[in-house]
């Protein structure tokens, strides 16, 4: 029995339609306006002798030039992994090629960018204030989109056959079978691994937005460099408002972004039987009832969608590239050849300038290099293990209860965005009185690096699995035990080694915040890679910095082809999900 509206009610389901929709409209101008204004701050002059202050009021400034370079370099970041991931997934011999050299740039720390980024930008802005606003956007990218790039390239490897045959039986063209089969099986490990990528952004905010290139020093006006402005006074005041508005944004982020994502990749799911509980996101309804947006969808959105399909069916018919059984392109031998060569030019130009700088290093400084990436090893191993012990449990939790999710999500988003680098001042208070100090206390600084990539790749793992899967469990009345070794841990296998794959990047990234700290004037380090690494960043000593960085990356991809890529191979091979 459907319930008719009298005139008042339809009068009053009037009023509550314009409100909703007029707080939509006045939200996306005063984010117009907001992003206007602060992008007009990035040009002009740069001013070398910038001095951030540490005063209050001038949070909400510094806070909305943050936002801006943060979104600028998440924007970056998904085009490039749909871009590369895709090209991976669907050429063989671009895969045999590209996936080795993400091993090689995720490997690679931040800081061991930032020279030959920033001395480009800065030659070719001479005195400009944009060469090192783009400088340190690209810094934000090279923490985001890794871990986005590998999770999306596991999720297209895992797509099942029977899916791949019926794009096949069905002649989709490219276009076609990215944007109703490829895409969206990405769509819920790709938004998780987001969260996880912003968070890593925010890790190194402060490394990124305040540093020092031998002799010189940058700084950008924002929220990281206030932090480290703060820390590095020891204003306790000023790092306590600086982190609750960082709290408060990152809260923000999940309620108008995440939250409402989360919920709308739901419908890409693969499962038989409905799940009960699923993702709630106030904001999703609202868009999703919205009058105005709906016309806009008619009328704009629809019709330039349809277009765009229809441009790009006449421009990849189903038979303009041929492909494998597996369903990879068959590019010509022509196309292959300008691929490889060119690949193998910037390897020899590369090899060739790198030996040139290398030449000048001293038996001393190898020493010092092999037996820092030792110790960093060590304290990487210790922090996996510590990390892996309490986030799979954690992230099954998570990932399968959606009310659990609503109240930890945001939790577990604040925990891992907040920079460490904020928090040494108190941590250190605290390192120096237990034994081995900064040795010891540097693992638990380097699982902060570590343990989100885990955590957020447990979650995403178990969201995907089927309610009809854990339907069957309940019937044949599996005991707990039973159903992590049949269902679950199969099931999240293949994220979870995604995840560590990120996570040890993550961790020898970490490693040059975690082992050499600047604290109130003074300098608290350990032996490690990763204080080598900062110190050559700081005293600009160059051959230092690409030796202490071949060692990691070397490191770093020896253990991904060794040790986890055999381990991903056996995750696409034995525990896809078959329908």
């Known amino acids: 029995m459907t319930r008719s509206l009298t005139p008042a009610n339809k009068t009053l389901g009037r009023l509550n339609w314009t409100w909703q929709d007029g707080l939509l409209i006045l939200a996306v101008l005063a984010l117009i306006v907001a992003i206007v204004r602060t992008a007009s701050q ?5 001013q070398p002798n910038l001095t951030v ?17 943060m979104s600028l370099a998440y924007f970056f970041s998904l085009i490039f992994t749909l871009i590369y991931a895709y090209t991976a997934h669907r050429s063989r011999i671009a895969a045999l090629i590209l996936i080795p050299l993400l091993d090689i740039l995720q490997s690679i720390p931040v800081l061991s960018f930032l020279p030959g980024v920033v001395l480009a930008l800065i030659a070719l802005f001479p005195g400009q204030r944009i060469g090192i606003e783009l400088a340190s956007i690209l810094l934000i990218f090279t923490g985001m989109t890794w871990n986005m790039t590998f999770s999306f390239y596991q999720s297209l490897s895992s797509i099942p056959q029977e899916l791949l045959e019926a794009a096949r039986v069905y002649r989709l063209n490219l276009w076609q079978r990215f944007w109703t089969l490829e895409l969206p099986a990405g769509a819920i490990g790709l938004v998780w691994n987001s969260v996880m990528s912003v968070a890593g952004g925010w890790f190194f905010l402060i490394a990124i937005e305040s540093f020092t290139l031998g002799d010189k020093d940058f700084r950008l006006p924002g929220l990281g460099s206030f932090l480290g402005t703060a820390a590095s006074r020891g204003d306790y005041k000023a790092i306590l408002s600086g982190l609750a508005v960082l709290v408060g944004v990152i809260v923000l982020i999940d309620f108008f972004v995440w939250r409402p994502l989360i919920a709308w990749t739901e419908k890409f799911k693969l499962e038989m039987v409905e799940a009960q509980n699923v993702p709630q996101s106030w904001v999703l309804d609202i868009i999703r009832r919205s009058p105005t947006l709906r016309m806009v969808s008619d009328r704009v959105l629809q019709p330039l969608q349809t277009a765009l399909d229809y441009s790009f069916i006449r421009a990849f018919p189903v038979r303009s590239l041929p492909v494998n059984p597996k369903g990879n392109i068959k590019f010509s031998g022509f196309l292959n050849w300008i691929f490889v060569s060119g690949f193998a030019l910037i390897v020899l130009w590369g090899t060739w300038e790198a030996a040139l700088l290398l030449r000048v290093m001293s038996g001393a400084d190898w020493l010092r290099v092999m037996g820092g990436a030792v110790f960093t090893a060590l304290r990487v191993i210790v922090a996996l293990v510590l990390s892996l012990l309490w986030t799979v449990p954690v992230g099954v939790a998570i990932g399968r209860n959606p009310r659990l999710a609503q109240i930890l ?5 604040i925990a891992a965005s907040v920079p460490a680098t904020a928090l040494f001042p108190i941590l250190l208070l605290g390192l120096t009185r237990i034994a081995g100090g900064l040795e010891i206390g540097s693992i638990a600084l380097m699982m902060l690096g570590t343990m989100w990539y885990l955590l957020f790749n447990v979650i995403a793992g178990a969201q995907s699995i089927p309610a009809d899967l854990l339907e069957a469990a309940w019937v044949y009345k599996l005991s ?34 975690s082992e050499y700290i600047t604290f109130q004037g003074r300098v608290v380090s350990t032996s490690g890679l990763g204080a080598t690494i900062s110190q050559a960043t700081a005293s600009g000593n160059f051959p230092l910095l690409l030796a202490a960085t071949g060692v990691m990356s070397l490191l770093v991809v020896l253990t991904n082809r060794l040790v986890w890529r055999p381990l991903y191979q056996l995750a696409q091979e034995k525990y896809q999900l078959l329908v």
């Open 480 to 513: 707990r035990v039973q159903r992590w070794q049949t269902l679950i841990l199969p099931a999240i296998f293949p994220y979870l080694i995604t995840g560590i794959i990120t996570a040890v990047g993550g961790a020898w990234n970490a490693s040059i915040v």
């Open 409 to 413: 999500q945001p939790l577990v988003q």
């Open 53 to 69: 202050s540490t005063d209050i009021s001038a949070i909400p400034g510094y806070t909305a030039q943050t936002l801006l370079r």
């Open 42 to 46: 990035f040009s002009g002059g740069f």
